[in-house]
């Protein structure tokens, strides 16, 4: 079990009890939390604000919920856990037949012991959710329905954290923030992007990463919505959720299925030989369907261990704490590291002798090789890097090309540059 692991699984625990949604108090002190590892800029956008085709809703909090069965005691209760309320349930307060109130019941039968996670965002209405072998042993009678909780103007919060970069090109990385106790979905992706950028700050990388913390679907439309004028600088992007089970990777292309995103994962993950699956873009999943809309046709893919709806724990109570490893989520921040390291070191490169081969020992190039136990792949890799610099071959289509590892070729870049043979 590797520290980070550990540290990112201690992070979910904490941000495991809070009541999350789109909007409200929930989301607000989860940035909180993970503002305790890195320095957020958080925003709050006021409700009936127009982004895009959308309206920023109203804010949702809730404060207590339940029901209680003819004797008084509470068969469902909130404060037992967030997944017992419909989120964005409207205020009640009644008594009513146990046949009346099955209406607002939400039940799993093909798992009576799990709790499902439901939702009514745009819609007022209200429920509770419950396992269905707890439903089973209801009796009839008068059930007092009590759901303590405001729906009311206010504001959809979100959060950024930048890791500047040598260039103004950025990479994003997202997150969503607004599912309640679902540790996969998403409190294991916002572990590892909150460790993601603290180990992307320790470096000094090419480009600036900007790390977004915002609700799912309504939170990255506000985002686009309201940075017009950052989005030509977006050069590549990574959507993370589902970062935690045991399952093998999956990265899901971008919608182009040719960004360069999309080519670093196929590559990092082939060259890994972990088990994964890359998958085509639909236009259904999380952020990146927003991302990649075609009037942004950002580069922007997602990176999951499980997909959404691939584990039958999704959206229920079982996609508990025990359900995410400290070992699952290092194995994802690790593919990332590796990822962002080779998208930060390709680049296109020209050859300043390309008429023959240039004479690489008189520059000490072959002598610097010496004593590598890898000196011929070195040597190859020199070679290959001279041949395809012309301003179209990228580090990337060398490595491809060669079958060289990547990071064998981007040395031998770095060597050809020092002695002026190539430049970027």
Not at 115 to 138: H, I, K, N
Not at 370 to 397: F, I, N, P, Y
């Amino acid at each position: 079990m590797t520290t980070a692991g550990q540290e990112m699984h201690t992070l979910v625990e904490r941000l495991y009890p809070l009541c999350r949604s789109i909007t409200g108090d929930g989301v607000r002190a989860t940035l909180e939390i993970v503002g305790e590892y890195l320095p957020l800029r958080t925003h709050e956008v006021p409700t009936g604000t127009q982004v895009l085709d959308w309206t920023v809703p109203q804010e949702w909090n809730i404060r207590d919920a339940y029901v209680a069965d003819p004797a008084g005691n509470r068969v469902v209760d909130f404060a037992a856990s967030s997944l017992h309320v419909l989120g964005y349930s409207v205020p009640v307060s009644a008594t009513m037949p146990l046949a009346e109130l099955r209406g607002h019941l939400h039940t799993l039968p093909d798992h009576p012991s799990w709790v499902p996670y439901r939702t009514s965002y745009y819609q007022p209405e209200w429920g509770f959710c419950l396992a269905q072998e707890t439903l089973d042993a209801l009796p009839d009678g008068e059930y007092e329905v009590r759901i303590d909780s405001t729906l009311a103007d206010g504001h959809l919060t979100y959060a950024e954290h930048v890791v500047p970069g040598q260039v103004a090109d950025e990479v994003i990385v997202s997150c969503h923030v607004c599912h309640p106790s679902l540790a996969n979905d998403n409190l294991a992706g916002i572990a590892v992007a909150t460790f993601l950028a603290r180990a992307l700050a320790e470096q000094k990388p090419y480009y600036t990463y900007r790390f977004l913390f915002a609700p799912g679907t309504i939170g990255a439309i506000t985002w686009l919505a309201r940075n017009a004028e950052r989005i030509e600088r977006v050069k590549h992007g990574l959507v993370l959720a589902c970062a935690g089970d045991s399952g093998r990777l999956t990265y899901k292309q971008s919608r182009r299925g040719d960004a360069e995103i999309d080519r670093v994962m196929r590559h990092v993950l082939a060259a890994s030989e972990r088990p994964h699956h890359v998958a085509e873009f639909t236009p259904y999943g999380y952020d990146e369907r927003q991302f990649c809309s075609p009037g942004f046709d950002l580069g922007v893919g997602s990176l999951s261990r499980t997909p959404y709806a691939g584990y039958p724990e999704y959206h229920t109570s079982a996609d508990n704490l025990d359900f995410v490893s400290p070992e699952a989520m290092a194995d994802t921040l690790a593919v990332c590291r590796e990822a962002f390291a080779v998208l930060d070191r390709n680049r296109r490169y020209v050859n300043l002798s390309p008429y023959g081969e240039p004479q690489l020992g008189r520059r000490g190039l072959y002598d610097s090789l010496g004593g590598r136990s890898d000196a011929k792949q070195a040597q190859m890799a020199m070679l290959w890097v001279l041949s395809l610099s012309d301003g179209e071959h990228s580090l990337l289509d060398v490595a491809e090309r060669s079958g060289l590892p990547f990071d064998t070729v981007a040395a031998a870049a770095d060597a050809l540059c020092g002695a002026e043979l190539i430049k970027a």
